[in-house]
């Protein structure tokens, strides 16, 4: 088991930046590959951005890349994603997730999931 909890959401003006963070606990949080997905009202979730074990390889959302940036510290059992640039369209829940794989981007692939963090972009 892999225990996940989110934190850093928040309310934020159009243009501004948030820094989200997810720390995990349990089983070896180094053998898996993270992933951050988000859900707005109304909507389905959606992939985000996912980061290797390693962290040497990273996947991005087109909606967000260039934007937001995925990084891990293995040593302090966390992940984390910076997002710069935010506009109304990035207002929803952030959840991280942990999958034993890679960094794919389909939720159903991810095995755990955090209760996730609201962020809300105001325009």
């Known amino acids: 088991q892999v225990q996940l909890v989110e934190s850093g959401g928040g309310l934020v003006q159009a243009g501004g930046s948030l820094r989200l963070s997810c720390a995990a606990s349990?089983?070896?949080?180094?053998?898996?590959?993270m992933g951050w997905f988000r859900q707005a009202p109304g909507k389905e979730r959606e992939f985000v951005a996912a980061?290797?074990?390693?962290?040497?390889?990273?996947n991005y959302a087109d909606s967000v890349k260039s934007r937001f940036t995925i990084s891990r510290d293995n040593a302090k059992n966390t992940v984390y994603l910076q997002m710069n640039s935010l506009n109304a369209e990035d207002t929803a829940v952030y959840y991280c997730?942990?999958?034993?794989?890679?960094?794919?981007?389909?939720?159903?692939?991810?095995?755990?999931w955090g209760k996730g963090t609201q962020v809300t972009v105001s325009s």
């Open positions: 980061i290797s074990w390693s962290g040497i390889s990273t």
């Open positions: 349990g089983r070896t949080f180094s053998s898996y590959a």
């Open positions: 997730a942990a999958n034993g794989g890679g960094p794919v981007t389909r939720s159903r692939d991810y095995d755990y």
